[in-house]
């Protein structure tokens, strides 16, 4: 499985008013599928990781934060996908909106704005009273975070998520209750 709508891949052009309406007919179709996968991701992640249910880590992200955390430190991340985290990208992507949304709120949103360099794309969104269109790309943050040398901080990369979101930076690691 990847990410649904990666960034290298175009949509159609020209993306006329028809072509457009078409996409995102489609995609608000994949949108619920989306969501649910999402969570599976997490609940994945959680077995991978020996929480007893797995669903603990989808209840409480703060929990897996110090295993991801050491996960993502490592360059080369081989050895952990294949024990299982693989897609590492959608994992992690899947991981920190979980993170996002049970600390700030929101949800995945589809982004139906024709003019948007994310247009048909899941992102974050709803998280935000006062401005309901934020919405904040985290597979392009995750890509971006993957995309450093070895001894990357998980908790920076949620901190950088959680000021795109509008909120004060400040990651709960609660990782050893």
Not at 44 to 71: F, K, Q, V
Not at 149 to 157: A, S, T, V
């Amino acid at each position: 499985m990847a990410y649904p709508f990666l960034p290298e891949l175009p949509l159609p052009d020209p993306l006329t008013p028809d072509v457009a309406a078409r996409v995102l007919d489609e995609r608000r179709e994949l949108l619920p599928n989306w969501v649910g996968e999402s969570r599976d991701l997490v609940v994945y992640l959680g077995a991978l990781s020996r929480w007893d249910p797995p669903e603990t880590l989808l209840e409480h992200p703060s929990h897996g934060l110090g295993h991801m955390s050491t996960i993502c430190a490592f360059e080369d991340l081989t050895a952990f996908e294949m024990i299982g985290y693989k897609p590492f990208d959608l994992l992690l992507t899947a991981y920190c909106a979980e993170y996002m949304f049970f600390d700030i709120g929101g949800r995945w949103v589809l982004d139906e704005d024709p003019e948007s360099p994310t247009f048909a794309r899941f992102l974050m969104g709803e998280y935000d009273a006062d401005d309901p269109d934020a919405t904040v790309d985290v597979y392009a943050a995750v890509t971006a975070f993957l995309n450093e040398p070895e001894g990357r901080r998980l908790e920076e990369l949620l901190e950088s998520l959680q000021e795109d979101m509008g909120v004060t930076p400040g990651v709960r690691d609660t990782s050893f209750p």
